[in-house]
């Protein structure tokens, strides 16, 4: 296979400077479409975003575009392709966004704004910015002659669980067959420290409603005697779990986790991890646990269970003193490789019938864990990319989040994954004033060019 000559990268420098303005223009445009794929009253704005990535990709040199219906929002699959003997690369990224209702937006969330080097909008982090990123790297190492095939797949679910990928993929893995696949959908833990994760965990959501009386009731005539479902729930969460450590009760729970290797977690401390920027990053005030590697432990590899929400009652100012009726308990479980989202539902269901028998159990989303390889060519190669654009090697973390599309992609593609996220924690994702900068953007466009060239020298699978 030809080999890309050098003056190729002598010349990224002043392409990444030049193609700025350009790149902050259709930026903009894709951020100011309010894509929230969980929110009907933004129905109509999900193929008009479909619509403008198509758009982009073929402004930046696609020879194939499609926006491809699914049963909810299109999915959009543009195919740069230099010749069929060469290896193909897929990169997805998700252009629907969370919603921006937080109070504390301090500018229009769909707006916009550039603030020296920084990007403000819902959606600059997560996930349009790094898919900007990867659209510029993927420009210009076809217009330089990188001997590489790139599907770019835009899906507009992953934030409400990507509900019709399953179904699109089965359908189109042949139009998306590559060799390997990008996910750029990942965080470092600090800005200067590059960081591959090479796992994800899954997840398992689910709400108990509990209703005893038809109505409120008053204290003073009923107190003592009636049951109170919201005094119940919050009996039930102390059963289920140890609040102030986090570990979970239900006996068999952690039956199937393997906790991280000590290796694992020496990569986990070479990613610029400390307590204290990730409080400051998060807003944390106190934390379970100040030491690192616990920390680390805990956000990456190990099992969770959360409560997110224990609604019922009154919720006016003062106290108006009513037993209500009904409360409803909201819960997700992250899950980690080797457990199996559908037995922990079946676990906790049972347990928590033995604790209140007349409970309500509505099973939520759920997505299986993921866990990768963090060593071999694809992962040497994202090495090699990160450092030459970002001047350090990376860590090899795991991400403590879920993306549902990447089991979908192992099981249809059947192609390795490797993740070049390029996310901070102070980017805020999903939290208000979300944002990308051009720094990370800027050293994204060299990493991509330069893991193009790099996997372009692999062979490719049989």
Not at 141 to 154: R, T
Not at 204 to 209: A, E, I, N, R, W
Request: proline share 7%; glycine share 8%; with cysteine.
């Amino acid at each position: 296979m030809t080999a890309v000559t050098p003056d190729v990268f002598a010349r990224l420098d002043s392409y990444v400077e030049k193609v700025r303005p350009e790149f902050e223009e259709k930026f903009a445009a894709l951020v100011e479409i309010p894509t929230i794929s969980m929110d009907p009253e933004h129905q109509a704005d999900m193929p008009r975003g479909a619509n403008l990535a198509a758009e982009l990709m073929r402004e930046a040199g696609a020879s194939e575009v499609d926006v491809i219906p699914t049963d909810g929002n299109p999915v959009i699959l543009g195919k740069f392709i230099t010749d069929p003997s060469h290896p193909t690369v897929t990169i997805y990224n998700h252009m629907d966004v969370q919603p921006a209702q937080e109070p504390e937006w301090t500018r229009e969330p769909f707006k916009f704004d550039k603030q020296g080097d920084r990007y403000f909008g819902r959606g600059t982090t997560d996930d349009k910015g790094p898919g900007m990123t990867a659209l510029y790297g993927a420009r210009y190492a076809i217009e330089n002659g990188i001997p590489i095939n790139i599907n770019l797949l835009w899906e507009m679910e992953e934030e409400i669980g990507s509900p019709s990928f399953d179904k699109f993929l089965k359908a189109n893995a042949a139009r998306a067959a590559c060799d390997s696949i990008i996910v750029s959908d990942t965080e470092w833990i600090a800005r200067g420290c590059p960081a591959i994760p090479y796992g994800l965990r899954g997840v398992q959501g689910l709400t108990v409603h509990l209703e005893t009386a038809a109505t409120d009731v008053h204290s003073g005539t009923a107190g003592g005697a009636a049951r109170n479902p919201i005094a119940e729930l919050g009996a039930l969460v102390n059963d289920c779990m140890d609040v102030k450590t986090g570990r979970v009760k239900i006996p068999g729970f952690y039956k199937d986790v393997v906790p991280p290797t000590k290796k694992e977690i020496d990569s986990f401390l070479k990613s610029g991890f400390t307590v204290k920027h990730f409080k400051q990053a998060l807003g944390l005030k106190k934390m379970r646990t100040e030491k690192a590697p616990e920390v680390l432990k805990r956000i990456f590899a190990m099992p969770t269970f959360e409560i997110h929400g224990l609604v019922g009652g009154y919720t006016g100012p003062g106290v108006k003193t009513v037993i209500p009726p009904r409360a409803e308990l909201k819960i997700t479980m992250r899950l980690v490789p080797k457990q199996k989202a559908e037995k922990i539902f079946k676990l906790v269901s049972k347990f928590i019938k033995s604790k209140i028998k007349d409970v309500v159990i509505k099973k939520e989303g759920s997505l299986e864990a993921y866990l990768g390889p963090f060593s071999g060519p694809l992962a040497d190669a994202g090495r090699r990319a990160m450092k030459f654009a970002f001047g350090k090697d990376p860590a090899f973390t795991r991400e403590g989040g879920s993306i549902g599309a990447v089991v979908t992609m192992e099981k249809y593609l059947k192609a390795p994954i490797l993740f070049l996220g390029l996310s901070l924690p102070e980017h805020g994702y999903h939290a208000p004033n979300e944002n990308f900068d051009w720094e990370q953007a800027s050293g994204g466009i060299k990493m991509f060019a330069k893991y193009f060239d790099e996997i372009s020298r692999m062979p490719r699978k049989k």
